[in-house]
């Protein structure tokens, strides 16, 4: 293989090297195993390989040429040595692992995909349904003043319904929301009907933390206001969604209730019949008709429109579907949790 | 609150009407029963016996063998007590019986030898009282066979309901019957009141004198005098403890009867202690201390309504009488108080005092002005009954400052139009008049009422439709089955956050919730933080102002459980307060939504395919990378690194998109993680949300893909070890025409040989051009350039040569 390089002149010189790097390209695409491989090397990257050999021509090239020859080596020289350890590296893991018997009941080299926290999850599969009906997704602020909170959603200042949420007070006006509802109140404050929006987030409540509530949780209020919005259609509407939602056999029932914010004011329950153990009516959300106060307090004309609302809890609903009893377990992220859903 | 159906049974006639019946309507109209306590249930198989004859047992000195009869057959029981004997009714458990008192069920047991088909119950084991000495003897007359719980009028069956704070008027027994002859068509009767008054009139044995009237709008007194303290008869002892109250003596326990009949709040005082015989209404004044009912001494506020006499206060109005005039054994003549307070006035008390009492209950949810009269008279009349006594004449009304009775209208349409359906006129008639609407004009269009002084809740037609509704049933009213969905413009907030966490789950990193309340140690040290006014503990006791504290607290708690290896990010708001200044408006604090990312542990572990790898900081970058190049498509987002004493990090670094800064992120430093209880490095960025969703995003338009080859040079710099790979690549790109598509860098390389603090970086760089093949000769120029700029900013020399 030794040629008469020096006669030859820069072009020539080129070309011998592209040549070079051909034939080590097409000497490495046959590489089979660990043994063809040392063959290679000993051809081209050995003491006395090709590649050597080109390096020792370039005492032979004019000086003014050595520059570029010199480049296109070193690139020859990177290119053959880099590919080379990539297949030793590739040839040495296959015979480790596959020498002669492929064993594919080995476990797959495996990429995890996270997930979305449970509670992430059931909202998603809430909002889904809701979209499907025609609902917007709208949020809020967490931390919000006592009107939003309460005065506009037509609870009097020193009325016991206060009591019905026990509330985390920044100030004696800023507050930690206890429900979504006061989105309803921005979102009219913005938008003139027809609104129909869920509205979805976290909400807190200033009670003891146990395997039955923790100090905040997670609600979706929904709104729908036009001018011949009616109880029936919030009915129809909730129980399209709890058919959807739990399966549609689900047995359900409305009944009255109270929320300063709505009238006639309702709450749904569902037939709860975990294994083993007897049925139950569980609630499930709170809705109503609109309450004219709350329509006037955003300029809203109450006998032209009327509007619903609803709101339920996140983390019953999914607690529920998935048969968790302790709802702490939410909010400890253990990863045994969080793996399984 | 407790309702006992006997005692419903005295206004409204259920006896045809079963408990499943009652508790189905009254939940359904907005009265929810929460729980049902069936009385005689425990005491099933539990009869009234005869005991027909009594021997020695054969085998046992104390015992004795008794043969029971149960109105049919004859048992054989073996007995315990000292007190048996024949002839005598017992309380027989027969087998099957649970026994109230500790819930051991009965079974054909063998004692000593002899066979026992059951138990003589003592009054303990009955759960009727303490008495253990022998077997309760009942009374001769009852018949055998009977149940023991209707021989012994414990057939009650005493419901919880739950009374929404609108539901004043359903505060009492009479209140819910109400509701029950309106759910079922029933007649509702009030007691009968005859008074034998004689001898004085009211007014002239006491005065009242109300001062402040806003507050105390109407206060009935009654006189009567003469009583005889004592314990309070059976029937009334009996209704009292079937709704969980402690009888005390005949004059209280009437007082809190009546309470539970009416739903009105009364009060007794000894009249011979109210000084001057005369009650002043009125505020409490500056520094007033008062000792009340339950012998502990409360502070009032200057605005606190009082009842005093004319030299003290006597009790806290509608919330606790005092010491000084309560009803004592020695007690002959007495004052009975029944007000119409003010609701707020008595909520703001009873809330400043801490006291919440049956009273104050029903008086800051609004009771029944109309009804003091009445509920003072029933009282007189019970007491009597009771306590004997001679009934003043009359009452004393101090009622200055009269509630007139409104009305309201209501359109039928109106009520078609809300509830989506037609109620028939006549129905709606029906339902109003059966609450106590009554009815005082009916026109084509709908009817007006007066609204009946128990019912605040009630002012408007919205407010009637919904009464109508309620008892009418929402489970009639039918469900439509289908909906116009309107097209105005649809809107997302979530969607951008949902994007995130798919692009973050799809890198294996799985979102967490955690608390947003964190202790104040913690909360300051990331931020300048908001606290509560009333947190419920001190790891409780301030807003969070960074994510970091829940996520490390997530990383400890799994550690705990050995896992290691965590992959996880949290969503959501933090807050902080602008300045140390109060918080009087939204412009006072941020509440600014993040996203924390971390990794800790492994990358691999335990794989048979390649060797544990722990996360390092390029782990950390690679994923930023990947995920910024979702989020933000064909925007440049640069990596800078930091070093800052303030910093949370090692290795630190920001993200920077324009000018802006999104997020902050490096290596935790130890300082963070010992005080979290971690031993193992944590890496983590935390983006600021609302900065990057106000990055404006260009709408994505396909690229044409390439027709003609690419060119590829590969060439490894050695330089000194602290210039950036950013930094050559930089020059790089300044140094080549656009030819240059893309470099790339495929290997790092330090090595004594290279010499002391040098390295070797590798490119390859890649030539095309989207509308030819590229010729030698200009790839070859641009790649001279890059490496002649390289060599000459940073002293590189090439590798190799």
Known sequence: MRADWHVLGIVAMIEKINETRKSFDEDLSKVENVTTLEDLRIKFLGRKGLVSQLFESLKDVSKEDKPKVGQALNQLKIHTQSKFDELKEKLEKDQMSSDEFVDLTLPGRKRIIGSKHILTQTLDEIKDIFRGLGFSIYEGPELESDYYNFEALNFAPDHPARDMQDTFFVTDKFLLRTHTSPVQIRLMEKKKPPLRAIMPGKVFRNEAISAKSYCLFHQVEGLYVDTDVTFAELKGTLVAFVKQFFGQDIKYRFRASFFPFTEPSAEMDIWWEPKGKQGRWMEILGCGMVDPNVLINVGIDPEKYTGYAFGMGIERTAMRKYGIDDIRILFDNDKRFLTQF | MKISINWLNDYVDLKNISVDEIVDKLTYAGLEVEEVDDQAKKFENIVIGYVKEVKKHPNADKLSLCKVNDGKDDFSVVCGAPNVSAGQKVAFAKVGAVIPNGGMKLEKAKIRGEVSFGMICSERELGLGDNHEGIRVL???????????????????????????????????????????????????????????????????????????????????????????????????????????????????????????????????????????????????????????????????????????????????????????????????????????????????????????????????????????????????????????????????????????????????????????????????????????????????????????????????????????????????????????????????????????????????????????????????????????????????????????????????????????????????????????????????????????????????????????????????????????????????????????????????????????????????????????????????????????????????????????????????????????????????????????????????????????????????????????????????????????????????????
């Open chain 2, 139 to 801: 009374d001769p007359s009852l018949k055998e066979g009977l149940s023991f719980a209707e021989a012994m009028e414990m057939n009650d069956t005493v419901l919880e309901i739950a009374i929404t704070p609108n539901r004043a008027d359903a505060l009492s027994h009479i209140g819910i019957a109400r509701e029950l002859s309106a759910l079922f068509d029933l007649q509702l009767k009030y007691p009968d009141i005859n008074l034998k008054e004689s001898g004085k009139k009211s007014e002239e044995l006491a005065s009242v004198e109300i001062r402040n009237p806003n507050n105390c709008p109407r206060y009935v007194g009654k006189v009567v005098s003469n009583v005889g303290i004592k314990e309070s008869p059976d029937w009334l002892k009996k209704r009292l403890k079937s709704v969980g109250l402690r009888p005390i003596n005949n004059v209280v326990d009437v007082t809190n009867f009546v309470l539970h009949e009416v739903g009105q709040p009364l009060h007794a005082f000894d009249l011979d202690n109210l000084g001057g015989r005369k009650i002043i209404v009125r505020d409490a004044g500056k520094d007033t201390k008062f000792i009340t009912l339950d012998s502990k001494e409360r502070k009032l506020q200057s605005n606190d309504l009082m009842i005093c006499d004319t030299n003290k206060p006597v009790a806290i109005a509608g919330v606790m009488g005092g010491e000084n005039s309560e009803v004592t054994s020695s007690t002959k003549n007495l004052l009975i108080e029944s007000a119409y307070f003010n609701s707020s006035s008595i909520r703001r008390t009873s809330k400043q005092l801490g006291i919440l009492t049956d009273a104050s209950y029903r008086f800051e949810r609004g009771t029944d002005p109309e009804i003091t009269k009445w509920a003072a008279r029933r009282a007189a009349q019970l007491i009597q009954a009771t306590a004997g006594g001679i009934i003043a004449k009359g009452e004393i009304d101090a009622y200055p400052k009269r509630i007139n009775k409104k009305k309201a209208s209501l359109r039928y349409s109106r009520v078609e139009k809300i509830l989506g359906y037609k109620i028939n006129n006549s129905t709606v008639k029906k339902i109003l008049a059966k609450l106590g609407f009554e009815i005082k004009s009916v026109v084509k269009e709908g009817i007006t009422v007066m609204l009946p002084s128990y019912r605040h809740d009630i002012e408007r037609e919205i407010d009637l439709i919904e009464e109508v509704a309620r008892i009418y049933g929402y489970n009639k009213i039918p469900e439509v089955g289908k909906i116009t969905v309107t097209l105005e413009e649809k809107v997302d907030h979530s969607a951008f956050n949902d994007r995130i966490r798919e692009f973050l789950n799809s890198l294996s990193f799985y979102e967490i919730i955690t608390n947003s309340l964190l202790s104040e140690d913690i909360a300051k040290r990331f931020g300048n933080a908001i606290n509560l006014l009333n947190p419920q503990s001190s790891e409780m006791s301030h807003l969070r102002t960074s994510l970091i504290p829940g996520l490390l607290t997530t990383i400890s708690n799994n550690l705990k459980v050995n896992e290691k290896d965590l992959q996880l990010f949290e969503l959501g708001k933090v807050f902080e307060k602008i300045s140390d200044s109060n918080i009087n408006d939204f412009k006072d604090f941020t509440e600014s939504e993040q996203l924390l990312i971390a990794l800790t542990g492994n990358r691999i572990k335990n794989e048979w395919f390649e060797i544990d790898s722990p996360f390092n900081v390029y782990d950390l970058t690679g994923f930023v990378e990947s995920f910024l190049t979702k989020i933000l498509p064909d925007i440049s987002v640069n990596l800078k690194s930091v070093d800052e004493s303030q910093s949370k990090f090692d290795n630190s670094f920001r993200l920077y998109c324009e000018n802006q800064i999104i997020g902050l992120g490096g290596k935790l430093k130890n300082e963070l993680c010992t005080l979290f209880d971690l031993d193992q490095d944590v890496y983590m960025v935390h983006v600021d949300l609302s900065v990057l969703k106000g990055i404006s995003i260009s709408k994505k338009i396909f690229n044409e893909l390439l027709k003609f080859p690419k060119v590829y040079r590969d060439v490894a710099f050695v330089l000194d070890k602290n210039i950036t790979s950013a930094q050559v690549m930089n020059t790089i790109k300044e140094a080549c025409t656009n030819l240059l598509h893309n470099i790339k860098l495929f290997d790092i390389f330090q090595s004594e040989s290279l010499g002391k603090d040098k390295k070797s970086l590798a490119f390859q760089l890649e030539f095309c051009n989207s509308s030819r093949t590229l010729t030698e000769e200009e790839v070859e120029k641009d790649f001279r350039n890059a490496i002649k700029s390289v060599e000459k900013i940073y002293n590189a020399q090439l590798r190799g040569s």
